[in-house]
């Protein structure tokens, strides 16, 4: 792969990240004159946790959307369409009924748990190499029960605040999140992320087809299990502090294949770097619309996500055609 | 001195019975039988494709207990497939299981230089096929195991690859292949091998065996007027 698009991707982010701290300046400013400590309080415990959020749940996003489609060896997997996400979202939810919305540790528990199922029932009922059309359907049944089973919980919500609590977090959110809170999710990606790095290399040649990539000596059960665990991992402690945000693992591995001459496995590391940026962009848009109030990041990237997602399905017709 | 391939009890439940071959020396096997007879699975069972049992030695070694970066220089499959999971250009993927250089003298064998950059899926079934057939034999591993190498290939470049297996095992290496072109195999094989309901039933010189009573049984074919005819 060539080193300056990803060069260019590092800078970036690195610039999304800078601006997501700074954005808007104004009133920082102001406040550095007036009250030191309180400006930086506010950098230090307000804007930088919401940005290492974005930035995490964003490269989370991209990474596991990378794994999950090369596994697949489908451009229409991703974390969001094979219900990872909605599972996490029922489980934490459940979870957050029985113990609140205040224990980090219990909610993430929760969300990696019902990841984790999402995605081995995905595994069960679409197989391992499944067409694009059996992958979807599965993915929107999973996705359809996982939503429903949220509802009903939601509908004997114990009390109007636990519901409100709950239906607000599943918006998918990043505002008032405590740096806390925030190491609670991006350590766990971090984690997964490097961890599927590793994958490459087996993942690309997959490109071959199953029976070549065992050829090679790669343990392709054991690659299906690492990759399911890892995105139920990353994508669950993710989900457990922001709620679902859709989209960005679908389009973030999809724009990194190009950088990678289609290979599925390199992709991962680019796809992480986009998934970031995706989101920081996307923060960044939520606090520069004119609204007078805080829309849900979740609404926003499903917003410019479906569009994208629409041209995508129009465009692969041909494959989902055979 | 090592046999080049020792296979003893190779099985794979309910595809192939506990099947024992041996490939003493460089040599070209060509592995025939009906659709259904067990030729991929006996490729898979040698190449430890799938839940495959029994004791598989290439050069004196287990493949299992070779990490993938050597399992490479003792064998490469080639599967009957021409599926591609992702549009890569023809160099990325011979590149997949090769070096640079390997890959370029693999696809200049092969006639693929000018297509090298081209999107496989640009490409026809037959290109496609010997870009897939480059590389399988650019890491130019001690056991070449192919299946059906030569389907979706015009004439002259089914002629052109038996070929080039020939060059490929003067140099040192073993192929064992799957074909249902009889003729196209017995003119090039050093060794015929018979197979039918997930077993070998025949093995020996290919002329011999293509004249044998056997073969006509298993495929239910007789030769009559120099082309191949329905036993009834």
Redesign the interface.
């Known amino acids: 792969m060539k080193t300056l698009p990803f060069l260019l991707l590092g800078v970036a982010l690195l610039a999304a990240f800078a601006a997501s701290l700074a954005v808007p300046w104004p009133p920082i400013a102001a406040l550095l004159g007036e009250d030191r400590p309180l400006a930086l309080a506010l950098l230090w415990e307000l804007r930088l946790p919401r940005a290492l959020l974005a930035l995490a749940y964003g490269a989370m996003l991209g990474a596991s959307g990378a794994a999950i489609q090369g596994l697949f060896?489908n451009p229409l997997a991703s974390p969001d369409l094979t219900g990872t996400t909605s599972g996490a979202a029922l489980g934490a939810v459940v979870t957050a009924y029985l113990l609140g919305f205040s224990a980090p540790l219990a909610l993430a528990s929760g969300a990696v748990g019902g990841a984790l199922g999402a995605l081995l029932l995905l595994l069960a009922l679409a197989g391992p190499r499944a067409e694009t059309a059996t992958l979807l359907l599965a993915g929107l049944a999973i996705s359809a029960l996982a939503g429903a089973l949220t509802t009903l919980a939601l509908a004997l919500a114990p009390s109007p605040f636990a519901f409100y609590d709950a239906y607000e977090w599943l918006m998918g959110s990043l505002v008032d999140r405590s740096l806390e809170q925030a190491a609670f999710a991006a350590a766990p990606a971090l984690v997964a992320i490097l961890l599927l790095l590793r994958l490459g290399?087996?993942l690309?040649?997959?490109?071959?087809?199953e029976?070549?990539a065992?050829?090679?000596?790669?343990d392709v059960r054991r690659l299906r299990i690492e990759i399911v665990c890892l995105t139920a991992f990353g994508v669950g402690a993710c989900v457990a502090i922001c709620g679902a945000i859709g989209f960005v693992g679908l389009v973030a591995p999809i724009f990194a294949?190009r950088l990678t001459?289609?290979?599925?496995g390199r992709a991962i590391a680019p796809a992480a770097l986009i998934g970031g940026l995706l989101l920081l962009a996307a923060d960044l848009v939520v606090r520069s619309a004119p609204l007078g109030r805080t829309l849900p990041i979740g609404v926003v990237t499903a917003l410019l996500g479906a569009p994208f997602f629409l041209w995508l399905v129009a465009h692969m017709r041909w494959r989902l055609a055979r | 001195m090592i046999p080049l391939l020792e296979a003893k009890g190779a099985a794979l439940a309910g595809r192939l019975a506990p099947t024992d071959l041996a490939v003493g020396r460089p040599e070209l096997v060509c592995l025939v039988g009906p659709n259904g007879s067990g030729k991929t699975s006996l490729l898979?069972a040698l190449?430890?494709?799938?839940q495959a049992s029994g004791m598989v030695r290439i050069g004196g070694r287990r493949?299992?207990d070779?990490?993938?970066a050597a399992?490479?220089s003792l064998?490469?499959?080639?599967?009957a497939?021409r599926?591609?999971?992702?549009?890569?250009?023809a160099r990325?993927?011979v590149r997949?299981?090769a070096s640079e250089a390997e890959a370029d003298e693999a696809m200049a064998a092969l006639d693929l230089l000018p297509w090298a950059d081209r999107?496989i899926d640009r490409l026809s079934t037959g290109e496609r096929s010997r870009v897939?057939i480059a590389?399988a034999l650019a890491p130019k591993p001690l056991l070449l195991?192919l299946d059906e190498p030569v389907a979706n290939l015009d004439p002259l470049w089914q002629l052109r690859l038996m070929a080039i297996l020939r060059l490929a095992v003067a140099g040192g290496q073993g192929a064992v292949v799957a074909m249902h072109d009889l003729d196209l195999a017995a003119r090039f094989a050093d060794r015929l091998v018979l197979m039918a309901a997930g077993a070998i039933v025949g093995d020996g010189e290919p002329l011999a065996m293509l004249d044998s009573a056997r073969l006509g049984e298993v495929f239910g074919i007789k030769r009559a007027g120099g082309a191949w005819m329905p036993r009834d």
Not at chain 2, 75 to 79: D, E, T
Not at chain 2, 83 to 89: E, K
């Open positions: 060896a290399r087996p690309d040649s997959l490109t071959l087809g029976e070549v065992q050829s090679f000596g790669h294949r001459g289609g290979h599925p | 898979h190449a430890r494709i799938g493949p299992e070779l990490a993938p399992r490479r064998l490469s499959y080639l599967p497939s599926d591609v999971a992702w549009p890569l250009s990325d993927l997949l299981g999107r897939l590389r195991l």
